[in-house]
């Protein structure tokens, strides 16, 4: 494209001039296209807001930044176009917004892509929209709602801190939800000979083994045949009045490379967040890593409807992922969930531990606990 500077005229100055109108950087309409000192300041301005740099003159950059301003969320219908992508700054304020609240659209670059495209859909799917990817007027409301549902999350970080240390380190007396992913007809994820809600199952009940060893009081939100939403079973927790809630998973993935291990805590990425929950979110993540030879896929902070809803410090783990042979294999094996176990008791142990009692990851026993 031809540069535009000062003493330029024409079209192409007019349709730059009605663009930082639009941005109410230029007032007053512009008589007769000219890039006057006018133009060329709301263009210093523009450029200088925009962390380009500032000369005056519209290039390519300042080009394509100053068309891309254009958009305001809500102007347009956006989804996934290959072939020639919406570009601007609706889609970077929706990436932000998705970011904030835990889905991952990559960075905020104002280019709608794919993966910008799956964030908006698991968004979609968790909030109980249709998944279809683009940005409509539903999905929108529900972006701007969930704005002020997240707010005011600072009192609730301040009381869950203070519960936990009023608490104490004893885990005699404390009562821990236990909320095996998906059952009944829900499976959940599958892959090679095994599924999702069997494995959670299973593994629910090595945990609960070994918590209720420690003196603590266990609930399952589940038996073998029921899917409560998750709504359900956050209300059984808060019902409970319970300390903790941990939610055990298994990924799953398109194809077979993917794997390793997370864990997830209520949180929005922007602040709002669940302090104790990413405690110990922390912890789970930390000791099932020292235990295992699964890869470390770390800790997120995600807005689910389980996390959001309990009112007590919640995980939810994503063990390793069904569809990777590697994965599978070691999840196959009853000698590994009595380690997963293990490590989710010593992660919930060591949250109630003052600091200086604390010990290092991956090295507590079940047989250190009567010592603590
Ligand atoms: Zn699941």
Same mark, same amino acid.
């Given at each position: 494209?031809?540069?535009?500077? !000062?003493?330029?005229?024409? $079209?192409?100055?007019?349709? %730059?001039?009605?663009?930082?109108?639009?941005?109410?950087?230029?007032?007053?309409?512009?008589?007769?296209?000219?890039?006057?000192?006018?133009?060329?300041?709301?263009?210093?301005?523009?450029?200088?807001?925009?962390?380009?740099?500032?000369?005056?003159?519209?290039?390519?950059?300042?080009?394509? +930044?100053?068309?891309?301003?254009?958009?305001?969320?809500?102007?347009?219908?956006?989804?996934?176009?290959?072939?020639?992508?919406?570009?601007?700054?609706?889609?970077? +304020?929706?990436?932000? *917004?998705?970011?904030?609240?835990?889905? &991952?659209?990559?960075?905020?670059?104002?280019?709608?892509?794919?993966?910008?495209? +799956?964030?908006? !859909?698991?968004?979609?799917?968790?909030?109980?929209?249709?998944?279809?990817?683009?940005?409509?007027?539903?999905?929108? *409301?529900?972006?701007?709602?969930?704005?002020?549902?997240?707010?005011?999350? *600072?009192?609730?970080?301040?009381?869950?801190?203070?519960?936990?240390?009023?608490?104490?380190?004893?885990?005699?007396?404390?009562?821990?939800? %236990? &909320?095996?992913?998906?059952?009944?007809?829900?499976?959940?994820?599958?892959?090679?000979?095994?599924?999702?809600?069997?494995?959670?199952?299973?593994?629910?009940?090595?945990?609960?083994?070994?918590?209720?060893?420690?003196?603590?009081?266990?609930?399952? @939100?589940?038996?073998?045949?029921?899917? $409560?939403?998750?709504?359900?079973?956050?209300?059984?927790?808060?019902?409970?009045?319970?300390?903790?809630?941990?939610? #055990?998973?298994?990924?799953?993935?398109?194809?077979?490379?993917?794997?390793?291990? +997370?864990?997830?805590?209520?949180?929005?990425?922007?602040?709002? @967040?669940? @302090?104790?929950?990413?405690?110990?979110?922390?912890?789970?993540?930390?000791?099932?890593?020292?235990?295992?030879?699964?890869? &470390?896929?770390?800790?997120?902070?995600?807005?689910?409807?389980? #996390?959001?809803?309990?009112?007590?410090?919640?995980?939810?783990?994503?063990?390793?992922?069904?569809?990777?042979? !590697?994965?599978?294999?070691?999840?196959?094996?009853?000698?590994?969930?009595?380690?997963?176990?293990?490590?989710?008791?010593?992660?919930?142990?060591?949250?109630?531990? $003052?600091?200086?009692? &604390?010990?290092?990851?991956?090295?507590?026993?079940?047989?250190?606990?009567?010592?603590?």
């Amino acid at each position: 494209m031809q540069l535009l500077r !000062r003493g330029n005229s024409g $079209p192409a100055v007019a349709e %730059i001039q009605a663009a930082l109108s639009g941005l109410g950087l230029l007032h007053g309409p512009p008589p007769d296209a000219e890039y006057d000192d006018a133009t060329e300041r709301a263009v210093r301005l523009f450029q200088q807001r925009r962390g380009l740099s500032v000369d005056g003159i519209v290039g390519p950059e300042t080009y394509r +930044a100053i068309h891309a301003a254009r958009f305001r969320l809500g102007d347009r219908l956006l989804s996934l176009s290959p072939s020639h992508p919406f570009v601007g700054d609706d889609v970077a +304020a929706l990436q932000d *917004r998705l970011l904030e609240l835990g889905f &991952d659209a990559g960075r905020a670059d104002g280019v709608f892509g794919a993966r910008t495209e +799956a964030a908006l !859909r698991s968004f979609q799917r968790e909030y109980g929209l249709l998944a279809d990817g683009s940005c409509g007027p539903s999905t929108l *409301r529900a972006l701007r709602q969930l704005g002020r549902l997240v707010v005011g999350g *600072r009192p609730q970080q301040l009381r869950e801190t203070e519960v936990l240390h009023r608490s104490g380190s004893s885990l005699a007396g404390k009562v821990v939800v %236990i &909320d095996p992913g998906h059952g009944g007809a829900d499976r959940g994820a599958t892959g090679h000979g095994l599924d999702e809600a069997a494995v959670a199952e299973d593994l629910a009940g090595r945990f609960e083994g070994r918590l209720q060893a420690s003196g603590v009081r266990t609930l399952l @939100t589940r038996g073998p045949d029921s899917c $409560p939403t998750d709504a359900d079973r956050a209300d059984l927790a808060n019902t409970a009045a319970a300390d903790l809630l941990v939610s #055990l998973h298994c990924d799953r993935s398109a194809s077979a490379e993917p794997n390793g291990v +997370a864990a997830y805590h209520y949180g929005t990425g922007a602040g709002t @967040t669940s @302090t104790v929950g990413e405690q110990l979110a922390s912890l789970v993540q930390r000791e099932v890593v020292a235990r295992t030879d699964l890869l &470390d896929c770390h800790v997120h902070a995600k807005t689910w409807e389980l #996390l959001r809803l309990t009112r007590m410090p919640a995980v939810r783990l994503e063990l390793g992922h069904l569809t990777s042979p !590697r994965d599978a294999a070691r999840l196959a094996d009853p000698a590994f969930r009595d380690v997963v176990a293990e490590a989710l008791l010593v992660a919930v142990q060591r949250l109630y531990l $003052p600091a200086d009692l &604390d010990p290092p990851t991956g090295v507590l026993r079940l047989a250190d606990f009567a010592a603590l």
